[in-house]
């Protein structure tokens, strides 16, 4: 800060001012001096000035990292409600300071199949539940991608965050092989030397 001149006593500042950067620059205290203009011995007069710098909200919250791994098995109603965590674990970070700080998260897209969520995230902590059961075998690959968004409380739309969650459906041994066909009959002439070709069967198993 700086006096405006050596005569008016208006302070003004200088420099940019970050509230954000710590304790140390939250707070100023200034000792003053007055003068009479032509220098008397003795005549000066002190006083201190308190200056409290208050935060602005500058800042939105980031994600520390930009993806993060969640993974359960499929067809398993033992997880139904249970929280998980992603790892790395889901954390956003506001630097500001007070409601200027604040963060929840919400799930942007992807939570959905065929029309149906079968996820929710828990806005303060950023943990998962899984709420309706599905197969692996229904999806076409056993990674669903979701975004996940981090918000300052008073401003959802304007100070945000976003990261991706990749969900990963593990595969349960939920299917039995299947032969195909399953009827079949074939013909051999007697006497045919071992080796002899006599029909080609397939078995396929829609686990993974
Ligand atoms: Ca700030
Ligand atoms: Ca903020
Ligand atoms: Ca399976």
């Not at 604040?102 to 065929?114: E, F, M, P, R």
């Not at 309706?132 to 304007?158: C, G, M, W």
């Amino acid at each position: 800060m700086e006096k405006d001149g050596r005569t008016s006593g208006i302070l003004r500042v200088n420099r940019t001012l970050d509230y954000d950067a710590g304790p140390d620059h939250r707070h100023f205290l200034l000792n003053i001096s007055a003068t009479p203009l032509t220098p008397t011995l003795g005549h000066v007069a002190y006083t201190s000035v308190r200056i409290d710098i208050v935060d602005f909200d500058d800042l939105s919250p980031q994600f520390s990292h930009d993806t993060y791994r969640l993974a359960f098995v499929e067809n398993d109603s033992s997880i139904i409600n249970v929280s998980l965590a992603t790892t790395p674990r889901l954390l956003a970070r506001d630097m500001d300071f007070g409601i200027n700080q604040t963060v929840l998260y919400k799930i942007q897209s992807g939570a959905s199949l065929s029309g149906q969520p079968f996820l929710q995230i828990d806005q303060e902590t950023g943990e998962f539940k899984v709420i309706r059961i599905f197969d692996r075998e229904a999806l076409s690959s056993n990674e669903i991608l979701l975004q996940v968004k981090a918000y300052q409380t008073d401003k959802p739309n304007t100070r945000i965050a976003l990261a991706t969650v990749i969900v990963t459906v593990l595969d349960k041994n939920d299917n039995r092989p299947v032969i195909v066909p399953t009827n079949l009959s074939a013909t051999i002439a007697e006497n045919s030397a071992a080796g002899t070709y006599v029909t080609r069967l397939s078995a396929s198993d829609l686990d993974v």
